[in-house]
Each structure stands twice: as C-alpha cells, then as structure tokens.
C-alpha cells in the first residue's frame, strides 16, 4: 500500500482540526475564571466545575441518565439474547420482516419516536414518569443491543454445544454453561454500547421527559436554550470525559471499529 | 420446534407490538384529529390539518428549508469525508486506529455537547471561525453563523460526518489493494487511479452513507434547536413547537407524519436506485 503525500497528510491534519474543535472549544471554556463566556489564556479555574454542585437539577439528571442507561440496556440485552438466538438459529416464515421490526428504531426518526411515545403514554397514564422512559429507550437502544448480540450468536460454534449435548448435559445446561458463557463478550459491548447511545439520546427524550424526570442532555439542551453560560460548558466537558473515558475502555476490550463498523449503521 | 423461533422473540415482539407499533398508529390517527385552543383535542376524522400543511406556504417554505439543509449537509460531508476516509485507510497501524477513534469517537459524544461548541465557535461577529476565516484572507467581513442556515449546515455537517467517514472506510475495507498496483504498475498516475479504479468502487459506499447522513440530517433536532434559535424552525423543531409550546398535537402530529413518509420514501427510493445501479457490478 502506498503512503499518502504531504498534501494528503494536510487535508487529514485540517479534517482533524475540523472534527476537534467544536470538542475542544467546550472543554477550554469549561475552565474559564470569569463570570461570563470567554476563552481563558493565563488563568484557569475550577470555579465553574464547583458551580455544578450548586445546580442539583444537573447533578439529579446525570444520576437519572445513569439509572436510565444501565437498565434500559440491561432490559434490551435480556431482550435481544432469545430473539437474537431465533434469528440466528432458526428459518421461519417472517424472520426478515421480525429483524427489520427490530432494527426500525434506527430508521425511524427519533422526533417521530419521541412524539408517538408522548401520545402513547399520555393515552395509558403514564407520561412524564421514569416507565415510560425506561420503556423508550429500551426500544431506542435495542437494535444496538440486538446487533452485537446477534454478531455473536452467529459466530457461535455450534459444535462445542452438540458436545455437550453427546456427553449428556441437557438443555438447560447447555444454555447455561456452554451458550452464555460464549456470548457474553457481545452481550457486554452490546450493553455497553446501548448504554452510551441511551446516556446521550435527546430528541426523543425531551418529549417524554417531565421537569422531574429529565435526563442529563434534556436538562442542558433546556438550558441552552434559555441561555449559554459557562456552568453548561463545565457540565458538557464532564460528559465530554465521560464518554471519552467509556470509548477508550470499549476501543481497548471490543475493538471501536468492530463495534461501529457492523450491521446496521451501514448495513445496506 | 416449529414454534421455538416466535417463542424466542417473543419478549422482544410483545414490546414492539406495544410501545411502537401501536404509539405510530396512534400518531397517525392523532393527525387526523380537530383541535381547538379551548376544546383541546377531538378526537375526529378530519383532514383539516393535512390540507394546511400540504397547502399553507409556511409549511412548504420550512420543508423546503429542512431538505435543502439536508442537501448541502450531505454534499459536505461526501465531499469532505470520502477523502478521509481514504487518507485513514493508508496509515499505518498505530495511526491507523488513533484516527479511526479520534474521528468517529464524537459519535458518541452528546450531540447536546457537540453543538454547542459550535454555538461557542460561531458566537456572534467576533466568534472564533470568524477570526479565523478573515486572519486567514478567505474573507472580509464576519460571516453570520448563529441562526443561519450556514450555521446549521456546518455544525450538522460536523455532527454527521463520522457516519459519511465509517461508511466509505467500510467499502474501502473490501478493496483489494492488488487492483491499485494493477493500475501503477501498467502506468496510471495517482489521479487516474484514484478516478478510475478507487472512486467507482467506494461509490457505493459514500451512497449508502449519503443516503444515512440525508435520512439523519433531514430529521435532526437538538442542533437546528440550538443553532436556529427560537425563528429559523426546519420540520422537526417545528413539531417540538406544535407539541409542548402551541399545544396543537394533531397539527404536529402531521408535521411528523409527513416528515418521516418523505423520508422513507426519499430512503426506499434512493436504496433501490443505488441498487439497481451498482447490481450489474457488485451482484
């Protein structure tokens, strides 16, 4: 393969910059010691990261986001682990037709999304409570949940299984100690990537989310759109570091161009 | 056994029947409903609001506005993530993998957070991509961003660029480097190769992505929120503003409704042309 020129090697620094800077930008005003926006040169503070502690509503939201994601994911895993088992095992009348059902979240705009569900929970009594968002976002997230987990039933050598099966371990063994075990690497980074698309998801949310049950994005989008301050870049840059902290730990065990480069985002 | 499949799927379909396909169905029968500022919503079957938002210009005006946006959002990104992609596709190895995170990394980055960096970048005249446009000679005199439809370009454009990236870094993933130095070794220069033998067949690829990048571009929300401000509305913070402002559900309801069956149309379309076009070569 031939290596690229110092005009490519320009273009990538400049695409780079591009990608950064809106990143970048947040994080330095974040640490700004004025009162006001500004990007500090010689002097850097705290104050505004300290400030966050003083707002309870972010500090609430970022709990609620936590809550949401874990169990929303967990929810769309358990969920996934039999369907995806069905899809990957079996032929059945209507198998295509169940996949795309389980894949339409991704295709749906998330705004149609947030104002069905709106509609729906109000009608059953149960809009602007943390149900019916743990209810959203598993729908949202599973397609993510089901990709991994079904990437990994796939990949399953069903001979270890028939295995144990000829050495008398019945079914429920068989699920239990040779089944799970195998893909439970997909089932985490099928978890952990449901959980980042769940922790960041907004448009959907700010329709179902009530002034009580607003998660992490809908409280600083609300906010930006009152006003912009600093105290909103400090609490960005915080999930800004979050999210950072997850990729690497995720690009270390699973391997990021694995997780996003599957079925689904480009699957056509 | 026959049944061992739907019983499997069984949780996940018993969920979907409920919480999507039933609330769109209502969704739909909701755009059907009348609505009065005092009566709130009746349930009735009128056309009432499909006939205004098919025949008032307001509405014609804010589509057209969605889509162009959607437009140019799609050209940047094709133009300027393709390139990339390639450029990423020969680093070697640590590099390699750096890039690839660095640059589709952001996609998990909360769009919220995302965007507002380039609220702050943009930030009035004497914003940062302002100075440095003019330090740089490109232009004279500061550039309105902020509740603009250049603004909300660009920083969708930034937001969805990653996707264009994956995408074309996917269909490049099945190139065979072998056909390149085909190419070098029969004499083609670099730019007829990269014309003749990498361009026709990452096609696919930077279509598929252009097709995701529209689709998303099309049916943003928090970034034209926040860019656009409270007066320039494309179709989807329209509808935000129909449901929790205005409070006339069915008419948003509509918004909705025709949002997504332009763009399923626009997709289904656009996919089967793909198709069709890249059958004979790829099948």
Known sequence: MSKNGPLALAY????????????????????????????????????????????????????????????????????????????????????????????????????????????????????????????????????????LTLASAIGLDRAIEHAAVSLGASEWVVLRRI????????????????????????????????????????????????????????????????????????DRAYGLEKLLVGRGVDGR | MRLAPYLLSLPALLLFAGVVVVPLVMTVLLSFHDWGQYKGIEPVFILKNWQEVLTDSYFHEMFARTFRIAFFVTLLAAVFGAPEAYILNRMKSPWRGLFLLVILGPLLISVVARTLGWALLFGGNSGLVNKALMSAGLISA?????????????????????YMVLSVWAALQRLDPQIENAAVALGAGPFTVLR????????????????????????????????????????????????????NWPLGAAVAVLLLLALVAIVIGASRLVERRYAQVFG
């Open chain 1, 12 to 147: 990538h620094t400049l695409f780079v910059a591009f990608m950064l800077a809106p990143i970048l930008v947040v994080c330095w005003v974040a640490f700004t010691p004025e009162g006001f926006l500004s990007f500090p040169t010689d002097n850097w503070s705290l104050r505004w990261f300290y400030a966050i502690a003083r707002y309870p509503e972010f500090v609430s939201a970022f709990w609620r986001s936590l809550w949401l994601g874990a169990l929303s994911s967990a929810i769309a895993v358990g969920v996934s682990v039999p369907a995806a088992l069905a899809i990957a095992r079996y032929r059945f009348p209507g198998r295509e037709a169940m996949t795309a059902l389980f894949m339409s979240p991704l295709m749906i705009p998330h705004i149609v999304l947030g104002i069905a569900f709106l509609r729906f929970f109000t009608q059953i009594g149960i809009g602007g409570t943390f149900v019916g968002l743990v209810l959203a976002h598993i729908v949202i997230v599973l397609p993510f949940a089901l990709r």
């Open chain 1, 179 to 250: 089944t799970l075990p195998l893909v439970l690497p997909g089932l985490a980074s099928g978890w952990a990537l449901a959980f980042i698309n769940s922790f960041d998801e907004v448009t959907m949310t700010v329709f179902i989310a009530a002034p009580g049950t607003e998660t992490l994005p809908v409280r600083m989008f609300l906010y930006i759109q009152d006003n912009i301050d600093p105290l909103v870049t400090s609490v960005s840059a915080c999930v800004i570091a979050i999210t950072v902290a997850a990729l690497v730990v995720m």
């Open chain 2, 142 to 162: 500061p550039l309105p961003f902020m509740f603009t439809e250049t603004g909300m370009v660009v920083a969708l454009a930034h937001v969805l660029m990653p």
């Open chain 2, 196 to 247: 003749r033998i990498v361009l026709p067949q990452v096609m696919p690829g930077i279509l598929s992505g252009a097709i995701i990048v529209f689709a998303l571009a099309a049916s943003a929300f928090a970034t034209p929120a926040i860019i656009g401000g409270r007066r320039l509305k494309v179709a989807s913070t329209l509808a935000y503003d129909e449901f929790l402002n205005t409070l």
